[in-house]
């Protein structure tokens, strides 16, 4: 977790926010009025699920990356019951208590049936596809913008990594947020509430706990700027004193100068074209795209070339 420590800027991965304390921020941040990313999404799932599963062959397997609370998926695996056919769904999360909850979701659902798999992306893809029947379509769910945590070289790599788990005729449905004006996108990731903030500082009680860190939260802020050159998001801790901070069990001593920061997330945002270029360049095409230009965000239907 401080592995990156020595890189200037500082930086934690991002991977780190999500213990059981900061996945239940996230959640509750995924409900604050200036954070529209998950009702957008759900809007437009709920709005045009038929359509969206409309291309992908029976009988039908969905795959969500990431999976939540398994709403989402639960919405296209409803969109099916009227093909009258059996729906696989196969969760991947590295949370035991996002399966969980996911899988009690689709639970309600006669028509389908659930497998998890506790695993990273990768892992968890490579096993899909091995399980998947030899007939039918794979559509793939990645939501709730989690692309835009990947930088450009990552992300491509992952799509293709995506495509190399498909054939000719599955399906990838994605999730993006849009760019939009600063002053939108500022609220969302620094709320008034504080919870976003909550959330960023809470990768210091982790290291504290898991680490035995004595970092000294008061004397750390959040801050979320908007990175116009590289259209993203980046969320800092920055140490509002000089200080050195011990992480014993990372067998380390950190120094931060006063206005020092630790880069904590970037969140990329697209424009509605950047979508499809990006995911073509994978191996893809683009089939259809539905957007809420409310919230400023949109879903992208490709289909593996
Ligand atoms: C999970 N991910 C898409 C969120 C985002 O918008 O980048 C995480 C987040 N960070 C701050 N607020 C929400």
Redesign the pocket.
Known sequence: MARDFALTPKQIQ?KY?YDALGSSL?ES?CRLPW?R?ARAESRLLTRWADEMVGPVEDPVTLLELGCGSGEKVALLAEALRSRRRHVAIHLIDISPTALELSERTLGALEHVSVVGHRATYEEGLRRAARERPPLGGLLVLFL???I??FDPPASHEFLCEIRRAQRPGDALLLGA?LVKPVKELLL??NDPLGI?AA??KNLLVRMNRELGANFDLSSFEHSAIWNPDERR?E?HLISMREQTVRIPRADVSVRFGKGESIWT?S?YKYEPRGIVELVSAAGFRSHAQWMDPDAGFALTLFLAG
Do not use: R
Request: glycine share 10%; hydrophobic share 40%; proline share 0%.
């Open positions: 991002s926010l996230f941040i954070y990313i709730g913008s989690n835009g945590n947020d969302a990731y976003t959330f960023n998001v969320m997330e969140s």
